[in-house]
C-alpha cells in the first residue's frame, strides 16, 4: 500500500529554519499533486504548500508565502518543505499528503478533502 513518512521536525527558536521531508513509497510523487497541511491543537486542519504533478506549479497558504518553499527530489521520490523565518504561529502536527486523482488542473489543490493518502505527521515547536 502506499505509504507518506514524514520526518524532520522539532523545536525550533523563532526566525530560525527548519526542513520537514515526506518519503513515498509505493507511489511516485512526480507523478501525483502533493501537499503540506498542519493542525494545532483543538483546530482544523489547515492547507500550507502544494506542488503539482506533470508542471510542478504550487500553491502557499498567504500565511508562509514567502518563508515556506515545497519542492520534491524525484530521484529520492520525497517531497520536502523548507521553513524559514519561523514563527511561534507556526507551531503544529505538519502532514504530508497524496492527491491519487491525477486530475490535471492548473494549480495542485488546497482543500484536504482531494488528498487521499496521509503520513503519520510531525511535530514542529517554534518558540518565542
Known amino acids: 500500500q502506499v505509504q507518506l513518512v514524514e520526518s524532520g521536525g522539532g523545536l525550533v527558536q523563532a526566525g530560525g529554519s527548519l526542513r520537514l521531508s515526506c518519503a513515498a513509497s509505493r507511489l511516485t510523487v512526480a507523478n501525483y499533486a502533493m501537499g503540506w497541511f498542519r493542525q494545532a491543537p483543538g483546530k482544523e486542519r489547515d492547507f500550507v504548500a502544494a506542488?503539482?504533478?506533470?508542471?510542478?506549479?504550487?500553491n502557499y497558504a498567504d500565511s508562509v508565502k514567502g518563508r515556506f518553499t515545497i519542492s520534491r527530489d524525484n530521484g529520492k521520490n520525497t517531497v520536502y518543505l523548507q521553513m524559514n523565518s519561523l514563527k511561534p504561529e507556526d507551531t503544529a502536527v505538519y502532514y504530508c499528503a497524496a492527491d491519487l486523482s491525477r486530475i490535471l488542473r492548473s494549480y495542485p489543490p488546497i482543500a484536504a478533502t482531494y488528498y487521499d493518502y496521509w503520513g503519520q505527521g510531525t511535530q514542529v515547536t517554534v518558540s518565542s
Open positions: 506542488i503539482n504533478w506533470r508542471g510542478g506549479s504550487t
